[in-house]
């Protein structure tokens, strides 16, 4: 077993304390990242087997050409996802399951109502039983609402490091009967081993919530609504293209550094046509800002951190460089935030 690795709680306070003023919650760290895919790769040309649909139409609206889709009787679910993407978040950050003190899953398709998959996965990753572990639902925002949740909670505990999840099992939510939904989503998760940075500009963290239930929701026990996602995709394609752009901008301002002080752009990725008018209306360069949902589909909270463990794996987000991140999504939601890569070893 590894030495524990707690800093004493008065130093994280200081930290807490130096970034208030500034920038709100302390900066993070992101010391490792890992992803999973599900094995069932479903191709447009597959989806149009199953719905009136065809490659070029889902293609040319959104920029998805293909999803994967857990095969629920090989044993895959949103819980083997998670921890599947946590275990290599933790072998790429050197850090050991039991030295996290926070585990925080973003998620809003949880193998059960209670429990929340992070409580699942202190048993199936063996982390400590003191391990704060919580799943939050922001939808597509989830994971930087998690991000900044544990810059929060990181800044107030005894312990260094937090496993930050998104995961997200949406096959089992599509309404088939509806495509110009199911063509959308995909199964998949990401995760991030992070600590607090001391020294860096700080979290940057903007967010919000528009309270509305029908423009993006899903129904479910006790509720009248079928358990499916339903969407009025005109209506969230607008929201989009107001938030993500506004809360990109936010973040940069509150970091006090322009657009090319920043490596990488990591978007949630719902639909390539919502991420190309927030770079037009942000000027930013589109090569910072390159996208997977070619292969993913929208995995809701696990886009972003899926996004940024492909980037790291392909060699271009490295060691050093400063990421903003955002979503949007049901709820309405919206977050961003800048975080700083540690030692990836690329
Ligand atoms: N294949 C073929 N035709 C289709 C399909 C399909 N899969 N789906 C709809 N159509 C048809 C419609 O029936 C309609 O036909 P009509 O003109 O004869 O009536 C036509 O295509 C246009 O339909 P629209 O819904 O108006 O298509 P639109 O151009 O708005 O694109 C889309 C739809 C891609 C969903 C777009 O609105 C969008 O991307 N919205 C944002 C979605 C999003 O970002 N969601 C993120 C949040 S998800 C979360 O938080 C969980």
Redesign the pocket.
């Known amino acids: 077993m590894m030495a524990s690795r707690h800093v004493p709680g008065r130093a994280a306070l200081a930290v807490a304390e130096r970034s208030r003023g500034a920038v709100g919650a302390p900066g993070l760290t992101v010391l490792g990242c890992g992803s999973a895919l599900p094995g069932r790769r479903i191709t447009n040309d597959d989806m149009a087997q199953m ?4 490659d070029e ?2 293609s040319t ?2 920029g998805i050409r293909a999803r994967y889709w857990c095969d629920r009787a090989a044993g895959e679910n949103q819980r083997s996802l998670a921890a599947e993407a946590a275990r290599r978040a933790l072998a790429a950050s050197g850090v050991a399951a039991d030295e996290i003190g926070i585990c925080l899953v973003a998620t809003f398709t949880p193998e059960h109502a209670t429990p929340s998959t992070a409580c699942l996965l202190q048993r199936d990753l063996g982390l400590p039983e003191d391990a704060l572990c919580l799943d939050v639902n922001a ?2 925002a989830g994971f930087v609402y998690a991000l900044y949740t544990a810059s929060c909670l990181l800044s107030v505990d005894s312990h260094r490091f937090a496993l930050v999840v998104g995961a997200e099992e949406l096959s089992r939510v599509m309404d088939m009967g509806d ?3 199911c ?2 989503f995909g199964d998949g998760a990401g995760a991030a081993v992070v600590e607090l940075d001391p020294v860096g500009p700080g979290l940057s963290a903007v967010w919000g919530s528009r309270g509305n239930d029908d423009a ?1 929701v899903a129904g479910g026990p006790g509720t009248e609504r079928p358990p499916y ?1 339903a ?1 009025d ?2 209506a ?2 607008r929201f ?1 293209t107001e938030v993500l752009p506004a809360c990109t901008k936010e973040v940069l301002a509150r970091a006090g550094i322009g657009p090319d002080e920043v490596d990488r752009y990591v978007f949630h990725q ?2 390539k ?2 991420v190309d008018v927030a770079v037009r209306k942000l000027h930013l360069d589109p090569a910072r800002c390159a996208g997977n949902i070619d292969h993913t589909g ?1 995995t ?1 909270a696990a886009s972003v951190p899926l996004l940024l463990d492909e980037l790291v794996r392909a060699g271009e987000v490295r060691s050093g460089d400063r990421v903003v991140l955002a979503g949007f ?2 709820g309405l939601t919206w977050a961003g935030c800048l975080v700083t890569m540690g030692p990836l070893g690329n």
């Open positions: 719905v009136e649909t065809s139409w889902i609206r959104t939808a597509c495509r110009s939904t063509v959308l993006l996602l969407m995709g005109r969230v394609f989009a719902a639909n046509r919502i929208n809701s999504g049901a």
